[in-house]
T-cell receptor
Framework: AQTVTQSQPEMSVQEAETVTLSCTYD???????LFWYKQPPSRQMILVIR??????QNATENRFSVNFQKAAKSFSLKISDSQLGDTAMYFC???????????FGTGTRLKVLA | DAGVIQSPRHEVTEMGQEVTLRCKPI?????LFWYRQTMMRGLELLIY????????DSGMPEDRFSAKMPNASFSTLKIQPSEPRDSAVYFC?????????????FGPGTRLTVL
């Protein structure tokens, strides 16, 4: 079975510091996609960043970047220069190529401290 | 675009009552998803529509749950009769296509409380 594991239920970081959220997944697929979604207190899920498994280069979106280690099946999210607005629940998600179904992790609750 | 619209944002009802949740996907999107989020089970896919046709309803918990998509701009999720264990946040999401890299855009969710 395909699974996504987020081993850090809660984390905190000081404003302007850097934090890394971990995510590992288990699959026998060779082609797939990985996503990080953010769910702030407003509840709405927002895409933060995504990565195609066949691309070796790590995706970057402004202050957000990933460390994708395909062999280790690891997909961590790094947030640089943390801001108060980054306080949210972060979900890692996996989607095999050609399918519609996301497999979500259980989430990491991140709190940015002033 | 206004994004995915869901109504109501909050619903409180009593056990046994019928509940209808509504969703308007982003215009032009042909894939629509209903999810349920609880502390115990996380995010679960309930049903997936493609071009208004239900493709996968294997996540619908039981016959009390039903979903329809009468046209490309509207979908409903109905629970009849509702039970306290149905209390959760229900999300609707839409995307242009469903495979590959396509981002799913989520609505703000409906928080359902069944007393």
């Amino acid at each position: 079975a395909q699974t996504v594991t987020q081993s850090q239920p809660e984390m905190s970081v000081q404003e302007a510091e850097t934090v890394t959220l971990s995510c590992t997944y288990d699959t026998s697929e060779s082609n797939y996609y990985l996503f990080w979604y953010k769910q702030p207190p407003s509840r709405q899920m927002i895409l933060v960043i995504r990565q195609e498994a066949y691309k070796q280069q790590n995706a970057t979106e402004n202050r957000f970047s990933v460390n994708f280690q395909k062999a280790a099946k690891s997909f961590s999210l790094k947030i640089s220069d943390s801001q108060l607005g980054d306080t949210a629940m972060y979900f890692c998600a996996f989607k095999p190529s050609g399918t519609y179904k996301y497999i979500f992790g259980t989430g990491t609750r991140l709190k940015v401290l002033a | 675009d206004a994004g995915v619209i869901q109504s109501p944002r909050h619903e409180v009802t009593e056990m046994g009552q019928e509940v209808t949740l509504r969703c308007k996907p982003i215009s032009g999107h042909n894939s629509l998803f209903w999810y349920r989020q609880t502390m115990m089970r996380g995010l679960e896919l309930l049903i997936y529509f493609n071009n208004n046709v239900p493709i996968d309803d294997s996540g619908m918990p039981e016959d009390r749950f039903s979903a329809k998509m009468p046209n490309a701009s509207f979908s409903t999720l109905k629970i009849q009769p509702s039970e306290p264990r149905d209390s959760a946040v229900y999300f609707c999401a839409s995307s242009l296509g469903s495979g590959g890299y396509n981002e799913q855009f989520f609505g703000p969710g409906t928080r359902l409380t069944v007393l």
